[in-house]
């Protein structure tokens, strides 16, 4: 179990440093290819500031992964139990 929560940890942050790359890189080659004035501009900006914004919760998502997962504990019932409380849920929409 903890394999799995250390390989979904890794591939999150690869996932976010991922973004965080793409757009920052979108928005130098908006800046770069400057055609338009300040609109091209402006949206190049906004792309860096996307992917800064993606890297900042990749490095919060590193730090304090661990932390946030050791406070969620699933409950597991019984399975009977959980079909029961399904259907007596659905009983309810149906009946309106």
């Known amino acids: 179990m903890k394999t799995q929560r250390r390989l979904q940890q890794i591939s999150t942050a690869i996932s976010l440093v991922g973004l965080a790359l ?24 906004l792309g860096i500031l996307v992917g800064v914004a993606f890297l900042i919760a990749a490095c919060l998502h590193w730090k304090y ?32």
């Open 22 to 45: 793409g757009f920052s890189g979108l928005g130098l080659l908006i800046i770069a290819k400057d055609h338009d004035g300040s609109a091209s501009i402006t949206g190049g900006i």
């Open 65 to 96: 992964c661990d932390q946030i997962q050791g406070r969620f504990q699933l409950e597991e019932g019984p399975a009977a139990e959980i079909v029961s409380e399904m259907q007596q849920a659905a009983g309810a929409i149906c009946s309106f």
